[in-house]
Protein backbone atom coordinates (compact mmCIF):
# COMPACT_ATOMS: atom_id res chain seq x y z
CA UNK A 1 0.00 0.00 0.00
CA UNK A 2 1.38 3.31 -1.07
CA UNK A 3 2.00 6.08 2.28
CA UNK A 4 0.08 9.39 0.64
CA UNK A 5 0.72 12.32 2.94
CA UNK A 6 -1.39 15.53 2.73
CA UNK A 7 -0.67 19.08 4.19
CA UNK A 8 -1.36 22.40 3.86
CA UNK A 9 -5.12 22.73 5.48
CA UNK A 10 -5.96 25.72 7.75
CA UNK A 11 -9.02 28.07 8.36
CA UNK A 12 -9.00 31.08 6.56
CA UNK A 13 -11.30 33.87 5.75
CA UNK A 14 -13.71 33.72 2.49
CA UNK A 15 -11.32 35.34 -0.50
CA UNK A 16 -8.20 34.11 0.92
CA UNK A 17 -6.24 31.22 -0.66
CA UNK A 18 -4.02 28.00 0.44
CA UNK A 19 -1.61 25.60 -0.94
CA UNK A 20 -2.42 21.74 0.17
CA UNK A 21 0.58 19.46 -0.68
CA UNK A 22 0.35 15.66 -1.29
CA UNK A 23 3.58 13.62 -0.83
CA UNK A 24 4.22 9.70 -1.62
CA UNK A 25 6.47 8.43 1.06
CA UNK A 26 8.34 5.28 -0.67
CA UNK A 27 6.85 5.58 -3.94
CA UNK A 28 7.24 8.21 -6.84
CA UNK A 29 4.41 9.89 -7.63
CA UNK A 30 5.73 10.87 -11.23
CA UNK A 31 3.99 7.47 -12.13
CA UNK A 32 0.75 7.24 -10.92
CA UNK A 33 -2.75 9.44 -11.94
CA UNK A 34 -3.21 11.67 -8.66
CA UNK A 35 -7.03 12.94 -7.45
CA UNK A 36 -7.68 15.73 -4.80
CA UNK A 37 -11.17 14.65 -3.38
CA UNK A 38 -12.88 16.56 -0.52
CA UNK A 39 -15.47 15.61 1.83
CA UNK A 40 -18.26 17.55 3.61
CA UNK A 41 -19.99 17.15 6.71
CA UNK A 42 -23.55 15.36 5.50
CA UNK A 43 -22.45 15.46 1.75
CA UNK A 44 -20.45 12.43 -0.40
CA UNK A 45 -17.05 12.29 -1.34
CA UNK A 46 -16.21 14.66 -4.30
CA UNK A 47 -13.60 14.75 -6.87
CA UNK A 48 -11.77 18.28 -7.28
CA UNK A 49 -9.19 18.16 -9.12
CA UNK A 50 -6.76 15.33 -10.42
CA UNK A 51 -4.08 14.71 -13.18
CA UNK A 52 -3.13 11.43 -14.85
CA UNK A 53 0.55 11.13 -15.53
CA UNK A 54 2.89 13.72 -14.99
CA UNK A 55 4.59 13.39 -18.98
CA UNK A 56 1.16 15.06 -20.50
CA UNK A 57 0.52 17.80 -18.02
CA UNK A 58 -3.34 17.29 -18.04
CA UNK A 59 -5.53 18.63 -15.52
CA UNK A 60 -9.18 18.16 -14.61
CA UNK A 61 -11.66 19.76 -12.48
CA UNK A 62 -14.80 19.67 -11.21
CA UNK A 63 -17.18 22.81 -12.53
CA UNK A 64 -17.58 24.01 -9.08
CA UNK A 65 -14.06 24.66 -8.98
CA UNK A 66 -12.85 25.48 -12.30
CA UNK A 67 -11.39 28.85 -12.35
CA UNK A 68 -10.56 28.71 -8.71
CA UNK A 69 -8.03 25.23 -8.22
CA UNK A 70 -5.15 24.75 -9.99
CA UNK A 71 -3.51 20.93 -9.49
CA UNK A 72 0.51 20.87 -10.37
CA UNK A 73 3.33 18.76 -9.76
CA UNK A 74 6.37 19.00 -8.53
CA UNK A 75 8.35 16.08 -9.60
CA UNK A 76 11.80 17.01 -7.90
CA UNK A 77 10.13 16.86 -5.01
CA UNK A 78 7.57 14.21 -5.15
CA UNK A 79 4.50 16.20 -4.58
CA UNK A 80 1.24 17.06 -6.39
CA UNK A 81 0.20 20.53 -5.20
CA UNK A 82 -3.96 21.71 -4.98
CA UNK A 83 -3.66 25.53 -5.32
CA UNK A 84 -6.83 27.28 -4.05
CA UNK A 85 -7.91 30.81 -4.14
CA UNK A 86 -10.64 32.26 -3.38
CA UNK A 87 -12.36 30.35 -1.08
CA UNK A 88 -15.78 30.26 -0.29
CA UNK A 89 -17.64 28.74 2.53
CA UNK A 90 -18.61 25.77 0.75
CA UNK A 91 -15.40 24.80 0.15
CA UNK A 92 -15.30 23.57 4.01
CA UNK A 93 -13.90 20.16 4.00
CA UNK A 94 -11.66 17.52 4.71
CA UNK A 95 -9.35 17.22 1.36
CA UNK A 96 -8.01 14.11 0.28
CA UNK A 97 -5.12 13.21 -2.09
CA UNK A 98 -5.55 9.36 -3.86
CA UNK A 99 -3.02 7.63 -6.06
CA UNK A 100 -3.71 5.20 -8.69
CA UNK A 101 -1.11 3.43 -11.41
CA UNK A 102 -3.96 5.33 -14.11
CA UNK A 103 -7.31 5.67 -14.60
CA UNK A 104 -9.33 7.90 -16.90
CA UNK A 105 -12.01 9.45 -15.71
CA UNK A 106 -9.62 10.51 -13.02
CA UNK A 107 -12.34 12.76 -11.22
CA UNK A 108 -14.08 9.37 -10.14
CA UNK A 109 -13.04 8.62 -6.74
CA UNK A 110 -13.97 4.61 -7.03
CA UNK A 111 -11.23 3.89 -9.54
CA UNK A 112 -8.62 4.63 -6.87
CA UNK A 113 -6.45 2.65 -4.65
CA UNK A 114 -4.35 4.07 -2.01
CA UNK A 115 -5.61 7.36 -0.35
CA UNK A 116 -4.25 9.89 2.77
CA UNK A 117 -5.01 10.59 5.96
CA UNK A 118 -6.77 13.89 5.11
CA UNK A 119 -6.15 17.30 5.70
CA UNK A 120 -9.08 19.60 6.70
CA UNK A 121 -10.00 23.17 5.25
CA UNK A 122 -11.97 25.19 6.65
CA UNK A 123 -13.47 28.68 5.78
CA UNK A 124 -15.39 31.34 7.55
CA UNK A 125 -15.52 35.05 8.60
Known amino acids: QLQIVESGGGLVQPGGSLRLSCTGSGFTLYYYTIGWFRKAPGKEREGVSCSLTSSDDSAYYANSVKGRFTISRDNAENTVYLQIDNLQPEDTAVYYC?????????????????WGQGTLVGVSS
Open 98 to 114: AAVGYYDPCLDPRGYDD
